[in-house]
């Protein structure tokens, strides 16, 4: 069993999904619960959050899904000439978008530096939909889509399909598997993903846990 902390984000990140070895790591998470924080965020399949019922306030988040690309095609049948590949100097335009957008979004500067992060531009020249990567690893061959949204004036035009679809072009030039999370009731951006060839591959909640 294997449960992931990620502690470059404030609170910590923990990751625990059971891939049919659903007591092997419910008991791993006992047996790590005194190294963890007074207060983290936490991916954790059905159940696994019973290992915090004691002692723990726990805060729900929504059920998601885990969804893995399974098929190129819809990713490449996509007209993508609209979109540019963006760069650090993006930056500024990129924290307005994602404020006006998606407040509160899992984004790090450092993330744009991995050359995978991708924005289609309005009339006046400013960024208006984006998609990028939570992970991006060419040496294991994974990534992790995240941080995609649209401006709420330029909703439902298809740019989010358009600006995934070109990121996914690019990462499959150095990578093998791409994921991404999605919240179960956001039925328009899972409608997008299948779209492009996404399948749900695994189902878990997101929750913050603080103790008591």
Same mark, same amino acid.
Request: proline share 6%; with cysteine.
């Given at each position: 069993?294997?449960?992931? *902390?990620?502690?470059?984000? =404030?609170?910590?990140?923990? /990751? ?8 092997? +790591?419910?008991? +791993? *998470? ?7 924080? !007074?207060?983290?965020?936490?991916? *954790?399949?059905?159940? +696994? ?11 729900? &988040? ?17 007209? $993508? ?5 963006? $760069? ?8 307005? /978008? ?5 407040? !509160? ?20 020249? =400013? ?21 995609? $949204?649209? &401006? ?10 358009? @600006?995934?679809?070109? /990121?996914?072009?690019?990462?499959? #030039?150095?990578? #093998?598997?791409?994921? *991404? ?8 951006? @899972?409608? @997008? ?15 913050? @846990?603080?103790?008591?």
């Amino acid at each position: 069993a294997v449960a992931l *902390l990620y502690t470059d984000a =404030e609170p910590p990140v923990l /990751l625990a999904i059971e891939n049919d070895n659903f007591e092997p +790591l419910q008991a +791993l *998470l006992e047996a790590i619960k005194p190294r963890l924080s !007074g207060r983290f965020y936490s991916h *954790l399949s059905p159940g +696994l959050e019973q290992v915090f019922a004691s002692g723990y306030k726990l805060e729900p &988040h929504g059920e998601h899904y885990k969804m893995a690309l399974k098929t190129a095609e819809g990713v490449k049948e996509v007209n $993508t000439a609209a979109v540019d590949r963006l $760069t650090p100097e993006d930056l500024p335009q990129l924290t307005a /978008l994602y404020k006006a957008s998606y407040p !509160g979004n899992w984004f790090n500067p450092r993330m744009l530096e991995t050359g995978q992060y991708f924005g289609i531009r309005g009339e006046g020249g =400013e960024l208006i939909s984006v998609a990028g990567v939570h992970v991006y690893s060419p040496q294991y061959k994974v990534a992790a889509l995240g941080n995609i $949204t649209t &401006h709420p004036d330029r909703r439902g035009g298809g740019l989010g399909t358009t @600006v995934t679809a070109r /990121l996914c072009q690019s990462l499959l #030039e150095s990578v #093998e598997v791409i994921g *991404l999370n999605v919240k179960c009731d956001n039925t328009a951006a @899972v409608h @997008v993903y299948r779209k492009l060839g996404f399948e749900v591959v695994a189902r878990y909640n997101e929750i913050m @846990v603080k103790a008591e």
